[in-house]
């Protein structure tokens, strides 16, 4: 699922290609995006903000993550889980994985921030 050719195509978007242990991380800016296959697909995971309290999350925080996936305002969608918020996105086959890459960096860019404030 991660050949070369695919790999190569990340770099030429601007991505940085981190491979360690059989796991691959791209970076670009201030985001990690995790690769992983799923079913056929690439799976990309950005870790968006540690939660402090496992498990707490002001109810305004929960609120705004629920309206931005039901908004569908970007490739992917918010996700609880570990003690971390991430924003994760499937680029299936016939997708080109780079541009759902720089979908993912942009919408964590955009509205990583205001998640950060609502945290305060």
Not at 1 to 21: N, P, T, W
Not at 35 to 55: D, F, N, Y
Not at 82 to 100: H, L, N
């Amino acid at each position: 699922m991660l050949d070369d050719k695919k790999l190569y195509s990340f770099q030429e978007a601007g991505f940085q290609v981190f491979r360690k242990d059989g796991k691959t991380k791209l970076v670009k800016g201030r985001c990690e995006v995790h690769l992983s296959a799923v079913e056929g697909s690439l799976m990309m995971a950005i870790p968006v903000v540690r939660i402090q309290r496992q498990g707490q999350l002001p109810a305004r925080v929960t609120e705004y993550l629920t309206d931005r996936n039901a908004a569908h305002g970007g490739p992917g969608r918010f996700e609880i889980e570990g003690g971390m918020i991430w924003y994760r996105a499937f680029a299936r086959p016939d997708d080109r994985p780079e541009a759902v890459a720089e979908g993912t960096v942009s919408a964590v860019e955009k509205i990583g921030p205001k998640i950060l404030n609502l945290l305060k």
